[in-house]
Nanobody, 126 residues
């Protein structure tokens, strides 16, 4: 059974930076596409970034493009989300997810991911 444990969320001032981590166990990490999603109170879960497993293509939401970077360390079974120039509207619970999809559009949909982390709270203060 694949398990994901996300961490790194905290309160950070607007304009600051934060790096989230997600450690994956129980599967072949290098063969998993990874994604980050977020959910703010009263809103649906939305796509943030994804990293396709086979050729390591990365995709980003327009809301975070140029500010966030997704990366992976296969030796550590870990995927990261580096977040810079944070804004109050980035406040949400951030979830990491793992799956087998490789299609760009599929990687943007939550239902393309089979395994999910527990979420980590990011709060950006104004």
């Amino acid at each position: 059974q694949v398990q994901l444990v996300g961490s790194g969320g905290r309160v950070v001032p607007a304009g600051g930076s934060l790096r989230l981590s997600c450690v994956v166990s129980g599967g072949t990490f290098s063969a998993l596409s990874m994604g980050w999603f977020r959910q703010a109170p009263g809103k649906e879960r939305e796509f943030v970034a994804s990293l396709e497993w086979s050729v390591s293509n990365t995709y980003y939401s327009d809301l975070v493009k140029g500010r966030f970077t997704i990366s992976r360390d296969n030796a550590r079974n870990t995927v990261y989300l580096q977040m810079n120039s944070l804004k109050p509207e980035d406040t949400a619970i951030y979830y990491c997810a793992a799956g087998l999809a490789t299609d760009r559009r599929a990687l943007m949909r939550p239902n393309s991911y089979k395994f999910w982390g527990q979420g980590t709270q990011v709060t950006v203060s104004s």
